[in-house]
């Protein structure tokens, strides 16, 4: 019963005060290669949680004390960026429900098969990869954004708007050969090899939309 392994630093947060689901989960995502570490409560989970941790968490809704629902709303306040899978009873599912509408990846219902958490761990553990990939280019793209003058910012918002060099030319009030010259370093700059692949890296950039009121 395999699945695609895990990354070696992503880790699978158990968070339930039930020590024989803990115990079981433990085994069924240690026998599969998965890295585990389990918590009895939520006040032990939110102890112990840095803005570092990667892989995902698997959260029972109903707990003595802090609910997950509690904690989930704790980690969002928080901006925790693992992925969220809730563990719910029957009457729980209502609750599920409306955090996967708040962002959480997906709820599990009791009594689970091996399969199906396996599956869903493995979405889980796939969206976080993917979720700091994206992080990280935006924060290369950031980067790269800081390094522009005012004057090269100005001729790249041109550009995303689809202005041609001639009629950058005239918005700004400057030479044509000038744009060309600005155009040139904003590619340099951005590292860019294209038209095409400069717009969509600022495009698809989260950080650079409230910098440019084309976006």
Known sequence: MNVTPAVPDQT?????????????LLWLLESNNRKVAQFDSAEAFLAAYRPEMTGC???????????????????????????????????????????LKKGAVDFIEKPFSDTDMLKLID?????????????RQDAAVARRLDQLTGREMEVLELIIAGRLNKQIADDLGISIKTVEVHRARVMEKMEANSLAELVQSVMTCESARGRFSTL
């Open 12 to 24: 699978v947060y158990i968070v339930d005060d039930d020590e024989a689901l803990r115990d079981s």
């Open 57 to 99: 968490l698997v959260l029972d809704v109903r707990m003595p004390g802090m609910s997950g629902l509690e904690l989930y709303e704790r980690l969002r306040e928080r901006h925790a960026t693992l992925p969220v899978l809730f563990i719910t009873g029957h009457g729980d599912v209502p609750m599920a429900v409306s955090v």
């Open 123 to 135: 979405q889980c553990l796939t969206t976080e990869l993917e979720n700091r990939e994206r992080l």
